[in-house]
């Protein structure tokens, strides 16, 4: 059974520019939780999307956002960028038949903003 | 303060001992208390997942939960160089109090076991 995937692994922007990032979930799961890495601040809750629908969101701007398809699959978006948004971006699954409450992780994107 | 507490180490041990890692934390609505395993440059990899309170052993690893003290642990027995990595612990609330998937990491303990 295929793990999280996540595309792309690396992306170099610079300020200013938007980024979009991709989330594959494992096959059944329904629900996509997005969480960001920094030396820093740790891993933090970005938000969830659960059947299309936003169910949860972290403390983030705006600039921050999300979708979820029919199909489970979900992508992160990030306008405006900032030096500060360099950063392992993380994209987690659940929601399975066998033990729903768990979340997988993908491998992330890792972004640099230059 | 933050939610969840948690020592960033590094912590150094020679093979073979028992390591202990801990976190602590202030939300008493918290029902789900996890510990992931991150490599470099990899995504956490679930090691352990406990429901409430409560102790639970897979292979070397046992995670205990005292919600009254709000402290989880994760103990690792006989440990290895491959052991070696990121721990993170992670908890979330119930899915009645709206934060059934949102995780909440502590800073992680990095752990490094020497031959």
């Known amino acids: 059974k295929a793990g999280v995937t996540q595309t792309p692994r690396y992306l170099i922007k610079t300020r200013g520019q938007q980024v979009t990032l991709s989330c594959s979930p494992i096959?059944?799961?329904?629900?996509v939780s997005w969480y960001q890495q920094t030396p820093g601040q740790g891993l933090q809750f970005l938000f969830e999307?659960?059947?299309?629908?936003?169910?949860n969101k972290g403390n983030f701007p705006g600039r921050f956002s999300g979708r979820q398809f029919s199909n489970s699959r979900s992508e992160m978006n990030v306008s405006t960028l900032e030096l500060g948004d360099s950063a392992l971006y993380l994209c987690?699954?659940?929601?399975?038949?066998?033990?729903?409450?768990?979340?997988?992780f993908g491998a992330g994107t890792r972004l640099s903003v230059l | 303060q933050k939610e969840v507490e948690q020592d960033p180490g590094p912590l150094s041990v020679p093979e073979g001992a028992i390591v202990s890692l801990n976190c602590t934390y202030s939300?008493?609505?918290?029902?789900?208390f996890m510990w992931y395993r991150q490599y470099s440059r990899k995504g956490p990899e679930l090691l352990m997942y406990?429901?409430?309170?409560g102790n639970k052993e897979d292979g070397r690893f046992t995670a205990q939960v005292d919600k009254s003290s709000k402290y989880i642990s994760l103990f690792i027995r006989d440990s290895q160089p491959s052991d070696s990595a990121t721990y993170l612990c992670?908890?979330?609330?119930?899915?009645?109090?709206?934060?059934?998937?949102?995780?909440?990491f502590g800073a992680g303990t990095r752990l490094a076991v020497h031959p």
């Open positions: 987690a699954s659940s929601g399975g038949a066998d033990r729903g409450d768990i979340q997988y």
């Open positions: 096959s059944g799961h329904r629900s």
């Open positions: 999307y659960f059947s299309e629908t936003q169910r």
């Open positions: 939300n008493s609505a918290f029902q789900y």
């Open positions: 406990t429901y409430s309170s």
């Open positions: 992670a908890m979330s609330g119930s899915m009645f109090s709206g934060g059934y998937n949102k995780l909440i």
